[in-house]
């Protein structure tokens, strides 16, 4: 079974190498993370690994739709997460007051890192296609972005602790009921994931993506959370396994009720 659209030979090795990459990667993080390792490109290891998933995301939504829409579908959700996170760390609004450190890969302008942006991407996009495709127009206009939000809020719990706590991606400043994270850091996730959701429909107004099309970015996103749950249990914090399992059941259910042929165009 194909796990993706085949355009051209080129684009078929294309995609397959930048898929392979991204899985080895992956594979070897969890080993590197298992064993307490530490790599000889530092902080570039979680970023190549942000834009491997990235990259895999953005040559899967090609193979499915024209060009130019997968650019602006792609620059939108980096450039509008990114300008978000930027504010955000220079004022404290929306999120709360936090700033990155060095530990993410190269930074923008010394404040935001680059993977941060490809992160709202690999996150959000993913919940999209899955919520999307799930409901196949069975809802009003605005549940997909609202589900697509409550999943984009749920992975930032799982996210948060390995991301301040173990890696030190980013720290907060005072204490917030989670981890140390304040509750308008997760309004802030819900509006946003929201907007980006809403945005999609707008400018990529696709048919739902069938199940077997939905492997791909099911898989992007569950490894990448599996890598954050892993961190995060093995330094204590369970509280990420039980939302970690409320989050892999609710993918589950929504995989299972999107459709295993493709609605027309």
Request: charged content about 10%.
């Amino acid at each position: 079974m194909s796990l993706f659209v085949y355009r051209s030979k080129k684009f078929n090795r294309l995609y397959g190498l930048a898929l392979v990459l991204y899985t080895v990667w992956f594979l070897v993080g969890l080993f590197v993370l298992g064993f307490g390792i530490e790599t000889p490109i530092g902080p570039w290891a979680d970023f190549i690994y942000i834009a491997l998933a990235a990259l895999v995301l953005f040559l899967h939504l090609s193979g499915q739709s024209h060009g130019g829409s997968t650019l602006l579908i792609f620059l939108l959700f980096a450039v509008l997460g990114g300008v978000v996170e930027l504010v955000g760390t220079l004022t404290g609004v929306p999120f709360g007051s936090y700033g990155y450190s060095d530990q993410f890969g190269p930074v923008i302008f010394g404040v935001l890192p680059w993977a941060i942006p490809l992160s709202w991407w690999v996150v959000v996009w993913p919940l999209h296609c899955l919520v999307h495709s799930a409901l196949a127009g069975r809802g009003s206009v605005t549940m997909v972005p609202v589900l697509t939000a409550v999943g984009a809020v749920i992975v930032d719990l799982i996210l948060e602790p390995a991301a301040t706590l173990v890696r030190g991606y980013w720290t907060w400043d005072g204490d917030g009921f989670y981890y140390g994270v304040p509750w308008t850091n997760f309004l802030a996730w819900f509006v946003t994931a929201f907007i980006l959701s809403f945005l999609a429909q707008l400018f990529l107004p696709h048919s739902p993506f069938k199940r077997e099309e939905l492997r791909v970015p099911v898989w992007v996103l569950l490894s990448t959370v599996s890598t954050f749950v892993l961190m995060s249990i093995s330094h204590g914090k369970w509280w990420v396994l039980l939302v970690a399992v409320v989050f892999f059941v609710g993918v589950r259910r929504l995989f299972k009720q999107a459709r295993s042929t493709s609605l027309s165009q």
